[in-house]
């Protein structure tokens, strides 16, 4: 019997998360693409790349120069994900001890996402974030509006910019709902 429960416990569990992009040698990595400052006139320089392990790398230096300040690696989804059931995203992630946004869009098109930022410790970290605590932001501004209570997710996106100059390594190995 509580094998039984085990096993029914587990297929739920497993049932309910759903991955948005698992890295691996074999990732097809055609809907990823780097936005940085340039596009305003900036100097900050990111990369995406793959480790010899197969987990994704946004890699760079963030300039101020010519008012710049970012860099964002973006992943447009193939297809719409739905958020129906799920109540948060997780990151599986290692980084440099800085601090990213995680942003979220649910309709190409829209002029601001919903937003967070997660701090980083240089180890392998598994960071769950609430949707419902993505707020909704528009060129660094919180928007007065609610929170994230989208039923899709079209886009997701990792950025970096603390308002200094740096350099940043960020790797991804999963990013999944629950």
Do not use: C
């Amino acid at each position: 019997m509580r094998t039984l429960l085990f096993i029914t416990l587990f297929l739920v569990t497993s049932m309910e998360a759903q991955t948005i992009f698992n890295f691996s040698k074999n990732a097809q990595l055609n809907n990823w693409y780097v936005v940085d400052d340039s596009v305003m006139g900036g100097r900050s320089k990111g990369s995406m790349r793959q480790d010899q392990d197969g987990h994704g790398v946004f890699a760079g230096q963030i300039s101020l120069k010519n008012n710049g300040g970012f860099s964002s690696l973006r992943y447009r989804l193939p297809e719409p994900i739905s958020t129906q059931g799920v109540t948060q995203v997780v990151l599986k992630i290692k980084a440099d001890g800085k601090d990213y946004q995680f942003r979220v869009t649910d309709q190409i098109g829209k002029r601001y996402s919903y937003i967070t930022t997660f701090a980083t410790n240089g180890s392998w970290q598994e960071i769950a974030i609430p949707l419902n605590s993505l707020y909704p932001s528009f060129r660094g501004r919180k928007l007065n509006m609610p929170n994230f209570s989208g039923t899709v997710l079209q886009e997701i996106t990792f950025l970096i910019g603390n308002k200094k100059e740096e350099d940043f390594e960020l790797l991804i190995d999963s990013i999944t709902l629950r």
